[in-house]
């Protein structure tokens, strides 16, 4: 067997020092070494979008990510993601359009989205669909994801309009 | 599926690089974006001995302008060229490309270097340095190398790359205003493989193409220029008529290989939307200039 | 995925057909090829490298022959498992026909499937990588029967006879995969005629002198 490597990496804001087999990737790392379940496993070859993690400020698919690839970064998950409260209105939105049902998706949905909001605080509900189409759902049928999405939009743009008047 | 046991190193100098394929060969393999390479480890479609990771050799970051010529260095992520004012000024081809890229999370992390290195049929990278006739730098143990577009694509999968050889970067001319580029696919989803895309980028005296590139991805093994229709426009207003000409150019000179779902006949067909689509696009911003 | 195709090569058609049945030609042709072995004189098993991209994949496979016509056709079915990459079979037809000049036609179709993870990821890929495989062993069998054409000119009386010289049924009967008793054997049968013929003429000359 490969060597073990040892990996110092920032997740949720917590210093973490683990010896790690190369080969494991990033999803297997924070689930099963960390107990970070948030982050699921669809496909593993990086299709499906429900491993979307954050590394140093961008989303990455955690499944195309190696555990030893993430030295010195900083590495965020949906649970650092709530608990920090950067997509508070987000998750409220999913919650009052009903854009989760099983909740599989949803986590990789939700770091998609943030992305989005940072990026293209004035996209178009078709730029919405085009950025979030590397997400797959079996359950909703997206409308309502896209609808939650659209209006977290709305309202921050309307908010940003306040502050300016 | 999880991947084969395999070791990894991340060398801080080009010279471990080159001394490990040395050895190694390949059974060693690059590890940069690994958005190619760790799928096909998760499926265990390859069983390597030790991935290089690459990403630590700063010499292989950075976008600039270098004389005439804008180089992109080989860890630049497809994120970095679609956000980069200065792609976006000088090479607005890679500008228009880079969106079409899978999806967002994996063009934050796959890189222009790698996207040349494999080569892929249907991928964008090669189709648009086909289009510039861009240069790609290649280095190995005996040091650096620059190969055209034209003679870097050879074959399916088949680059010419040697082994122990990693690319560094590759450059393209810069965008004068007289220039025109023009860039779109289609996909059945948008993010999948590419069924057939298309790269324009031509030249203008008015509204008359000087010199028009047409390089079209997932026609062919490699991307595939149309010399035979580009010498029809070459001289001509790209107006209606002159755009039928060159489809019906198109629909003999293109001979598509077919893939599981499409056959030859359809991606000729869908390679002469794009060429319409982008042709009337091009002939429409010129006429809009003022004279 | 079906292919077919169409090359010429300039080898008589005994020397193309021996060297498609040799399992040494075979594994310097077959592009990855790391071993041939004959199980009988229908069955062959290789084991392949397979390396289209990223994908480094070992398949181990088993060739058989059929419907053998000596030096004209055969169908080959192939079966392959490339462990976790998964299976790829199906079968091929290959036919010599003579061209001027000693030279030969070789006429292959192909029908392939590829299962398991392999078509599930590269089945937008299989056609132009079976087209790549056949293109590179296409080369590779060109090089092989070319340092050998001189030689082999000068003995290949049979293949010169007009023809194809046998109906398949005949063939078939001669046994299939028979190489040098149906050469001799048909040497024998031209010789007799011709001595026959000799004899006639003569006798009948005789007649009217």
Request: proline share 4%.
């Amino acid at each position: 067997m490969a060597p073990l490597h040892t990996l110092q990496v920032e997740v949720n804001g917590q210093d973490q020092v683990l010896s790690v087999q190369p080969r494991q990737h990033l999803v297997d790392f924070l689930r099963n070494e960390l107990g970070l379940k948030g982050s699921h496993l669809g496909c593993e070859h990086g299709v499906c979008g429900a491993c979307t993690v954050e590394v140093d400020g961008r989303i990455v698919r955690g499944c195309l990510t190696l555990a030893i690839q993430t030295q010195g970064c900083k590495v965020r998950t949906i649970e650092g993601l709530s608990n920090d409260g950067d997509v508070r209105d987000l998750q409220e939105s999913f919650i009052r359009n009903n854009a989760l049902q099983c909740g599989f998706c949803t986590p990789g949905m939700v770091m998609a989205a943030k992305e989005l909001l940072e990026r293209k605080p004035d996209a178009t509900r078709e730029e919405v669909r085009e950025w979030m189409s590397g997400n797959y759902c079996r359950c909703t049928g997206y409308h309502a994801i896209v609808d939650a999405i659209c209006e977290t939009l709305a309202e921050r743009a309307a908010k940003s309009q306040k502050v300016k008047a | 599926m999880k991947s084969p046991p395999f070791d990894y190193c991340k060398p801080a100098a080009l010279g471990e690089v080159f001394a490990l394929l040395g050895e190694l060969g390949d059974d060693a393999r690059i590890l940069a974006g690994g958005q190619t390479l760790m799928a096909t480890l998760n499926m265990r479609l390859s069983e390597p001995s030790i991935l290089i990771d690459i990403t630590g050799l700063s010499e292989l970051r950075g976008i600039r302008v270098q004389g005439d010529r804008l180089y992109i260095g080989a860890l630049a992520t497809h994120t970095d060229i679609e956000q980069s004012p200065l792609v976006a000024q000088h090479a607005p081809l890679l500008a228009q490309a880079a969106p079409h890229i899978a999806h967002r999370a994996i063009r934050n992390a796959g890189t222009w270097g790698g996207s040349i290195a494999y080569g892929d049929p249907a991928a964008e990278w090669p189709c648009c340095l086909s289009a510039l006739e861009g240069t790609i730098h290649l280095q190995g143990r005996a040091g650096v190398r620059r190969v055209s577009a034209t003679d870097f694509f050879q074959d399916l999968y088949t680059t010419a790359l040697e082994p122990g050889e990693i690319v560094v970067g590759a450059d393209v001319p810069l965008a004068t205003a007289a220039d025109w580029a023009g860039f779109d696919e289609l996909a059945r989803r948008h993010g999948d493989y590419a069924v057939a895309g298309l790269g324009i980028s031509a030249r203008f005296q008015g509204t008359v193409a000087h010199r028009v590139h047409l390089s079209f991805l997932g026609i062919g093994p490699i991307p595939l220029r149309a010399r035979r229709t580009e010498a029809l426009l070459a001289g001509k207003t790209l107006d209606t008529a002159s755009i039928e000409i060159a489809v019906a150019s198109l629909k003999s000179e293109l001979d598509p290989l077919p893939d599981l779902t499409h056959t030859a006949d359809t991606k000729r067909h869908l390679a002469t939307v794009l060429a319409r689509r982008l042709l009337q696009a091009a002939h429409a911003s010129r006429a809009a200039m003022p004279a | 995925m079906d292919l077919t195709g169409e090359i010429t090569l300039d080898a008589p058609r005994r020397q193309v057909w021996d060297a498609l049945n040799d399992p040494g030609v075979l594994a310097a042709c077959i592009p990855g090829c790391e071993s041939v072995e004959v199980v009988s004189p229908t069955e062959k098993t290789a084991r392949v490298m397979i390396k289209v991209g990223p994908v480094r994949a070992r398949f181990s496979g088993r060739i058989l022959l059929s419907d053998i016509v000596d030096a004209e056709s055969c169908s080959m079915s192939f079966d392959g498992s490339g462990g976790a990459a998964g299976m790829a079979r199906g079968k091929s037809e290959v036919q010599l026909f003579d061209e001027a000049d000693q030279r030969t036609r070789l006429r292959y179709t192909v029908q392939a499937s590829v299962a398991g993870k392999l078509g599930q990821v590269g089945g937008r890929m299989i056609d132009a990588a079976a087209k790549q495989m056949a293109d590179q062993f296409f080369a590779a069998f060109r090089a092989q029967l070319a340092p050998d054409a001189g030689e082999v000119k000068a003995s290949s009386v049979v293949a010169d006879l007009p023809g194809p010289a046998l109906t398949s049924d005949q063939s078939r009967s001669r046994g299939a995969g028979t190489t040098h008793a149906s050469e001799h054997g048909l040497r024998m049968k031209w010789f007799t005629l011709g001595a026959l013929s000799c004899a006639i003429v003569i006798w009948l000359g005789s007649r009217f002198y």
